[in-house]
């Protein structure tokens, strides 16, 4: 039977083991993460797909005013702007082709977003929206001027973060040239205005 | 007595797998291993089962690069429609669940003879209709159009719409049936080559027996052969024997005594790229895994020549050695093989009579319509015609036939009449004797669409 006396002085070295071993451990803690620094940490979808737009608009707008705009028949007359450019001498994709060529090339370069351009009032009809967020993605665009539309959907038995951001018109030619295509659902086309949305997916 | 069929069971079977195993892996004639009959556009590669089938195990992939490795850079030149990048958005996944439209096996199964339309299909022909259902509401004109024939003459191609595209439809909408300067581009081969060698200071000019430079040849040299040498675009050009001959100047060189292929492609590169490419030649591509020997027609389900039967194909096949008579290689060498109804009618057709008149000088150079202008076209490589190369790829101009209305057929005709007159098959039996029975309205309804 061991005494009152003994058992207080067992307990009490339990205790100074256990704050000796918590003691330590913390300070190795803390030794470890002040020594580490910078740790990477992952960027939220959202931010990762508001900056993909960033480049994909500030390089198309660039494309249109600098090059279309500069060099095309409203310029310089050195370049042909036109749907069927490849087989025109000094044929030049239109910005909308330029943007589904980058989207193109995109996927042969990395797999870990995809983009597409699409329209409630598409030219060609397989840009119209498929997959039901991409219609309401587009519905919202258009409803909710200045907004972006973000959300998640299933296609393939694979999730994906769905971004949809709006496709302004922000030089003449575009609302000029879509208001006058045969083949345009919609003539009344104002500088401005939301033709259509720019679609960002990331598989999740 | 168990044990008896056992032993002979188990024999049985190390057996089976012997033979197989070993046939698969080194034998020399794999034709039992054949699970159904090759199409016509491989036949003649079968035996080589590791051009395609790259991998024993890699999937869809594999099957992939072995079509690409072939058939892309034609793709690539043909301004694809439906290139694989048009599917690979997740947006398209439902669609791609019934038709994987990102490989070329999801249409184009090889084996299945029994099952294979036109141009190698294996996919009923209303195919289209899987992603392009918009089309009933689109397009007026196509109401009443079936369900399968959109991939028809003159209409539209899967992969190949360069003559068929609605800008270019309506850019050549007015053309006549005769164009006012109906002439092929002239060849350009001997005078770029004159050129060259005059940037280099190397004179050329025509060769006698003197300058025969034959040295590591031994034995007799037969006369005729130096004779037609000296009057051949070789010989009028400072090519020497051993040029062919050898695969080297120096003098202890092996004398090369049947040249083939691989000694024309080293001044010849892009012909023999072409020959390579297209049924003449495409046993002996580089692509091919194993080596095979050339093809010959009696391994070919087309009409031929019985005394052609074995005649194995080769650059000197028809372009006949020492000679190398271009004029005989556009005409005679084909009919001297080919004995099918279009080749024999040639000869009493409106493009045979002007070949004619063009080689008695009747008609300016370049008028006549040999079987080479439209199967073996010339092609201008830049706008103003510097440098023209004849396409030795006999199939680049033939399936689907539209393919030949740019490079060949607007060269003297207008738009309109060639696509009539490549959609009447009658008229190409006939080899073109006569006005087309057909008219195909894509150009109206280009027109159509244009003036709302």
Not at chain 2, 330 to 352: I, K, Q, R, T, W
């Amino acid at each position: 039977m061991k005494s009152v006396a003994s058992k207080k002085l067992a307990s009490k070295k339990v205790v100074k083991k256990a704050l000796a071993v918590v003691s330590i451990t913390s300070a190795t803690l803390l030794i470890a993460s002040c020594g580490g620094g910078d740790k990477a940490v992952g960027i939220e979808p959202q931010v990762h797909t508001d900056a993909l737009f960033a480049v994909m608009k500030a390089d198309r707008t660039n494309y249109t005013k600098l090059i279309i705009q500069r060099l095309g028949p409203k310029g310089a007359g050195a370049i042909t702007p036109k749907e069927e450019w490849k087989d025109l001498e000094n044929g030049a994709p239109l910005p909308a082709q330029m943007f589904r060529a980058g989207a193109e090339a995109v996927r042969d370069l990395n797999d870990t977003f995809t983009y597409s351009l699409q329209s409630l009032w598409p030219i060609n009809k397989q840009n119209a929206p498929k997959s039901p967020m991409e219609k309401e993605g587009l519905t919202f665009i258009k409803d909710n001027p200045g907004e972006n539309f973000y959300g998640t959907e299933e296609l393939g038995g694979v999730n994906y973060y769905t971004a949809v951001y709006p496709d302004v018109a922000v030089a003449a030619p575009c609302v000029d040239c879509h208001n006058e295509h045969k083949d345009t659902p919609k003539t009344d086309f104002k500088l401005g205005d939301v033709m259509g949305g720019v679609v960002i997916r990331v598989p999740l | 007595m168990k044990r008896f069929f056992w032993g002979v069971w188990l024999l049985l079977t190390i057996g089976i797998a012997a033979y197989y195993g070993y046939m698969m892996l080194y034998g020399e004639d794999k034709t039992p291993l054949l699970i159904g009959e090759t199409t016509y556009g491989h036949y003649q590669i079968e035996m080589s089962c590791s051009t395609c089938h790259t991998d024993a195990f890699g999937g869809p992939e594999v099957l992939q690069n072995a079509c690409t490795q072939c058939h892309a850079e034609e793709l690539e030149l043909a301004n694809d429609s439906h290139p694989k990048s048009k599917f690979t958005d997740p947006r398209n996944a439902d669609l791609l669940e019934i038709i994987d439209a990102r490989y070329c096996v999801s249409c184009h199964t090889e084996h299945h003879k029994d099952k294979t339309l036109e141009m190698g299909l294996t996919l009923p022909k209303d195919y289209c209709f899987h992603c392009h259902q918009e089309i009933i509401e689109e397009r007026e004109s196509h109401k009443d159009l079936a369900f399968d024939s959109c991939a028809s003459a003159g209409c539209h191609n899967y992969h190949d719409n360069r003559a068929l595209y609605e800008g270019f439809l309506v850019r050549h909408a007015d053309e006549p049936i005769f164009k006012a300067i109906a002439l092929i581009p002239e060849r350009t081969g001997e005078k770029r080559y004159i050129e060259k060698q005059a940037k280099k200071k190397i004179e050329v000019k025509p060769l006698a027996l003197a300058d025969a430079n034959f040295s590591s040849f031994s034995g007799e040299l037969p006369k005729d052969v130096v004779h037609e040498w000296m009057a051949s675009a070789h010989g009028k050009n400072s090519i020497q024997c051993i040029d062919c001959h050898a695969d080297s100047k120096s003098a202890d060189a092996e004398w090369i005594v049947k040249p083939d292929h691989n000694q024309c492609r080293s001044c010849h590169q892009p012909q023999v790229k072409g020959f390579l490419e297209g049924k003449h030649g495409m046993r002996l591509a580089d692509t091919v895994a194993d080596p095979l020997t050339a093809i010959t027609p009696a391994e070919s389900e087309l009409e031929f020549k019985h005394e052609s039967l074995g005649i194995a194909h080769s650059c000197v096949a028809c372009h006949s050695s020492h000679e190398f008579d271009t004029k005989t290689a556009a005409v005679e060498s084909c009919l001297g093989c080919h004995n099918d109804e279009h080749s024999l009618a040639y000869l009493e057709s409106p493009h045979f009579s002007l070949w004619e008149k063009e080689q008695q000088g009747e008609l300016p150079k370049n008028s006549g319509v040999s079987c080479a202008t439209c199967h073996m076209p010339r092609e201008k490589m830049d706008k103003a015609g510097t440098k023209v190369i004849v396409n030795h790829n006999q199939n680049a101009t033939l399936r689907p036939n539209e393919k030949m209305i740019r490079p060949v057929c607007m060269s003297c005709h207008g738009l309109a009449f060639a696509i009539d007159a490549l959609a009447d098959e009658e008229l190409i039996k006939n080899n073109f004797k006569g006005k087309p029975s057909i008219h195909i309205k894509s150009i109206d309804m280009a027109i159509e669409r244009e003036k709302k």
